[in-house]
C-alpha cells in the first residue's frame, strides 16, 4: 500500500508565501507523474500544477508565475512553492501520485492525500 502525506498548510495574508510538502511511502517501485490539485467550498477540484514522469511542467493558468511544483525522487517528496498568494488561492490543496508498487510492476496506481487548508485572508 501507498500513502501520501501533505504538510505545509496554514494561514497566511495575500502576497505571502507557503511551501506545501507531499511525502510518499510504502511499497513503492516508482513515482510516475506527479501533481497538486485544489478544492474551494462549493468548487470541483482543479489542477494546479503537474509534472510528468519525464519532468515537463504544467501549470494552471491562475498560478502561472507564483507557483512551483518540484519533486525530490530521492526523498519520494513532492512540493509546491506558492508566491504572490491570493485570497482566491484559499482551497484544500491535495497531492496527487501515479505510482507503481513493488508487488505489480506491471501497473501504474492513481494515489491522493488527505489534503491540507490553506487559507489566505487579513
Known amino acids: 500500500q501507498v500513502q501520501l502525506v501533505e504538510s505545509g498548510g496554514g494561514l497566511v495574508q495575500p502576497g505571502g508565501s507557503l511551501s506545501l510538502s507531499c511525502v510518499a511511502s510504502g511499497s513503492i517501485f516508482s513515482i510516475n507523474s506527479v501533481g497538486w490539485y485544489r478544492q474551494a467550498p462549493g468548487k470541483q477540484r482543479e489542477v494546479v500544477a503537474h509534472?510528468?514522469?519525464?519532468?515537463?511542467?504544467h501549470y494552471a493558468e491562475s498560478v502561472k508565475g507564483r507557483f512551483t511544483i518540484s519533486r525530490d525522487i530521492a526523498k519520494k517528496t513532492i512540493y509546491l512553492q506558492m508566491n504572490s498568494l491570493k485570497p482566491e488561492d484559499t482551497a484544500v490543496y491535495y497531492c496527487?501520485?501515479?505510482?507503481?508498487?513493488?508487488?505489480?510492476?506491471?501497473?501504474?496506481?492513481?494515489?491522493w492525500g488527505q489534503g491540507t487548508q490553506v487559507t489566505v485572508s487579513s
Open positions: 496527487n501520485a501515479m505510482v507503481t508498487s513493488e508487488s505489480d510492476i506491471r501497473y501504474e496506481y492513481e494515489y
Open positions: 509534472v510528468s514522469w519525464s519532468g515537463d511542467t
